[in-house]
């Protein structure tokens, strides 16, 4: 599906936590044909800005063919401006955007990790997953955040799809004390799992080799800095492996073209 | 587009006439093909493609962008895929378009863009040369040929002997005397000047007391540029007799006036389709616009009509 531009409504503006906010947005145009780990580029700004560039932001989830939900988390001025938009107004944005994630074609175990606002395009995906082939008991989802807060909206919204939700907080004030890459270990070892990963770079990092030394097949989505989104800059570059990979000789993956979901073994995560 | 309007043609390059004098500034255009959903590519006066070099580019370690007060740094480092790969992946897309293409090159060495000049002037569907002499990206390379006017020169020169195609040069403005290095170029045997490359910049993140780009220094280009090229555009008209082409932070219709006043007879638009990937065919319906408000009269006439006294 080649990205178009587009004009959204805002039809929903949702407080999650402090800074975390979602919007639902009509756009049919996008919702019919926007896969999940698909992103958009949103205006950041009124006007010629600034900020100047567009803003990625992953699908979170999609409504009704009709609607797309954005899920933001406030940290600058694009993501301030965007987060603020009330109902009535309007959104540009390009997309659908980049690869996304491969659903498998059988059931079997799928095991979700996010990381805070991580979390939003594994939203979309696991309502796929789970509309598909893939059984709510043969899925976990871990999902970590710095506090309760942060994450309990997500995880009840999860829950509420039927999937089985396991929490880390880094403060404990939920769920596990610690790092939610150390929910892994309670994956039983001798089933193979297909996991799903975004959040934080260590985050990731964690999950990728974790299951590429149990040979378990691992997609992650990668954030990085963009200014276009639609591979024109090649600003979003990041070192791979293999043939075309940095590591095998060849070059760097761009996020926004080759991604933003990767196999964990195309990316080089030790440069 | 089905006639072509002949109120917007104009002159560049080795009696090269565009449809219009909105052109695509390399680097920012991808291939083409990337844009082909945002823009009619027929109607563009010109693509100018990602720079080539004669063997692919992997590019500087990331981070390779950042944001800047109405611009933005680059150190891509020349990412491209080589010659043999643009002529057989790349041109076949590129010569089903009807606006003429122009191949940006860039090389390490005389040789470099020697080599790159005979092998396109053997390949169809290239309407004309941009050479890239002036990229402040990579540490060997564009510096050394684009802030010297003697190997502006040679370069040109060098260039020119091994093509038949019209060649642009495109001039660093990382010079204290822009008249130097146009006037180099057009000494060279250039048929035109296109202007500005970036101007060379640096961020720094204060809280991590580190460069915000792995390079440490990249080009700026946006909207911060445009007073910087304008002014140079105006001094590089002055001097030469070849076409001066017009670059750095175009985003509007009136952008592209006031460049063409200041005596550029095209355009190139760049960091602008990164954020609105139709900016060129906006523009360009602006400029329609501009034309039939002004009773009809070619856009041509404006060239270089700044008023000083
Ligand atoms: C494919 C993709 C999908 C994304 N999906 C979402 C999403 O669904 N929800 C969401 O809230 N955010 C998402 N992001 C991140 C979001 O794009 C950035 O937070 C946003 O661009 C910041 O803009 P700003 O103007 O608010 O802040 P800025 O002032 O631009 O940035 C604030 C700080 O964050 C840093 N920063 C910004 N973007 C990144 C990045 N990508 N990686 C590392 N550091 C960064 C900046 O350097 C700066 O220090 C996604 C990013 C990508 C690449
Ligand atoms: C991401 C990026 C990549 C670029 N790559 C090239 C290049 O390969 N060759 C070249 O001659 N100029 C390159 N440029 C410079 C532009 O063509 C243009 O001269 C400059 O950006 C100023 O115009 P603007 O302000 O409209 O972007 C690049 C610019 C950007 C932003
Ligand atoms: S963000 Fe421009 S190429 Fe990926």
Known sequence: MMPFKCNAEVRGNEKITGDIWRLTLEVPALARVASPGQFVMAKGSKGSGPPLWRRPLSIHQVLDDARIQLLIKVVGPGTEFIAGRRPGETISLVGPLGRGFVLPEQSGNVCIVGGGVGTAPLFYLTSRLLGGSVKPESVKVFLGGATATDIMVLAKDFKALGAPVEIATDDGSAGYHGLVTELLNRLEPGKSWRVYSCGPHPMMKTVALYCLDRQWPCQVSLETLMACGISACLGCAVPGRGPTGLAGGGGYLHVCKEGPVFEAGEVAWEL | ?309
């Open chain 2, 1 to 309: 587009m089905g006639i072509v309007d002949d109120r917007l043609q104009v002159d560049i390059a080795g009696g090269l006439q565009l449809n219009n004098p909105i052109m695509t500034a390399s680097g920012t255009f991808g291939y083409g093909n990337e844009f082909s959903n945002f823009v009619d590519l027929d109607r563009l006066g010109a693509i100018i493609v990602k720079g080539i070099s004669l063997k692919p580019r992997p590019g500087n370690p990331p981070p390779r962008i950042v944001e800047t007060s109405c611009g933005m740094l680059n150190a891509i480092g020349l990412e491209n895929v080589g010659l043999d790969n643009f002529i057989s992946e790349k041109m076949p897309f590129l010569r089903k378009i009807k606006a003429p293409v122009i191949v940006n090159i860039l090389g390490d060495s005389l040789e470099e863009y020697q080599t790159l000049s005979e092998k396109l002037n053997d390949t169809s569907g290239i309407s004309a040369i941009e050479v890239n002499i002036s990229c402040p990206n990579v540490k060997r390379g564009g510096v050394a040929f684009g802030t010297d006017p003697a190997m502006v020169f040679q370069v040109t020169e060098s260039v020119k002997s091994r093509t038949s195609r019209p060649v642009i040069v495109k001039l660093s403005p990382n010079v204290t005397d822009i008249t130097a290095t146009a006037q180099a170029a057009e000494d060279g045997g250039a048929d035109a000047i296109s202007l500005i490359n970036t101007l060379l910049g640096m961020a720094v993140d204060h809280r991590a007391r580190r460069p915000r780009l792995a390079n440490i220094v990249g080009g700026l280009s946006g909207p911060a540029i445009k007073p910087v090229a304008l002014r140079m555009v105006w001094q590089a008209a002055n001097v030469v007799r070849i076409p001066v082409i017009g670059i750095g932070g175009i985003m509007t219709v009136e952008d592209v006036l006031e460049f063409m006043i200041a005596g550029a007879s095209a355009v190139q638009i760049g960091t602008a389709n990164l954020i609105e990937p139709d900016t060129t065919e906006k523009v360009l319906d602006g400029l329609l616009d501009y034309v039939e408000q002004n009773g009809g009269r070619p856009i041509r006439e404006i060239i270089g009509t700044l008023q000083t006294g």
